[in-house]
């Protein structure tokens, strides 16, 4: 079945450190991809998304490309700041599944201190 | 707009008792999901509607589960005999799916959070 491995955190940054979450699947089909974003007392905010091989999702300054060949999604960010302190989340929905059901890591916590 | 609601945000309840935690979609969305999130770990898919109809159950763990939704809008999750177990946050997310896109985005609740003593 489909499966989404991350790096565990917690992840502790100085700001305006440069931030990178590992993030590889493994899927039947041909899955877009996601990561989500929890910030404390929040509920799940979809970050950014990917849908097709080399495509590359970018928000708030995140990124992420969809790489095929190494079945990856890392997520970076070039300088963060103490409000991106969060736990990330990587996930996929497998094209074709009935009603395209997140599939999600475990999560990496992020604390980035000022 | 409204986003997704969900309540009660908090239950507490004793072991073997029955739950019932509710689920309030955006408007118009016609897909809605159920996840469990238990503590450290990341969301899992309970079950799946397309209108009133259960598309996809195949997340339940077990037949103390059960999920409704009668008029293809507001949902509620059923746990009978609840175990200590079955304490997570549960989540729902509602989508406006469009044909078979994969990148529909799923819109998440804040979760109710279920503590079983």
């Known amino acids: 079945g489909d499966s989404v491995t991350q790096m565990e955190g917690p992840v502790t940054l100085s700001e305006e450190a440069f931030l990178t979450i590992n993030c590889t699947y493994t899927?039947?089909?041909?899955?877009?991809l996601f990561w989500y974003v929890q910030y404390p007392g929040e509920g799940l905010q979809l970050l950014l998304k990917a849908t097709k091989a080399d495509d590359k999702g970018s928000n708030k300054g995140f990124e992420a490309t969809y790489r095929k060949e190494t079945t990856s999604f890392h997520l970076e960010k070039g300088s963060v700041q103490v409000s991106d302190s969060a736990v990330y989340f990587c996930a996929l929905s497998d094209l074709g599944a009935a009603g395209n059901k997140l599939t999600f890591g475990g999560g990496t916590r992020v604390l980035v201190k000022p | 707009g409204a986003g997704v609601s969900q309540t009660p945000s908090n239950k507490v309840t004793e072991k073997g008792k029955y739950v019932e935690l509710r689920c309030d979609p955006i408007?118009?969305?016609?897909?809605l999901y159920w996840y469990r999130q238990s503590l450290g770990q990341g969301p899992e898919f309970l079950i799946y509607f397309q209108g009133t109809g259960a598309a996809d159950d195949s997340g339940l763990p077990n037949d103390r589960f059960f999920a409704v939704r009668p008029e293809g809008s507001v949902s509620t999750l059923k746990i009978q005999r609840t175990e200590r177990g079955d304490s997570a946050v549960y989540l729902c997310?509602?989508?406006?799916?469009?044909?078979?896109?994969?990148?529909?985005?799923?819109?998440f609740g804040p979760g109710t959070r279920l503590t079983v003593l």
């Open positions: 997310a509602s989508s406006f799916l469009s044909g078979t896109s994969g990148g529909a985005q799923q819109f």
């Open positions: 899927a039947t089909g041909y899955p877009s």
């Open positions: 408007s118009g969305h016609t897909a």
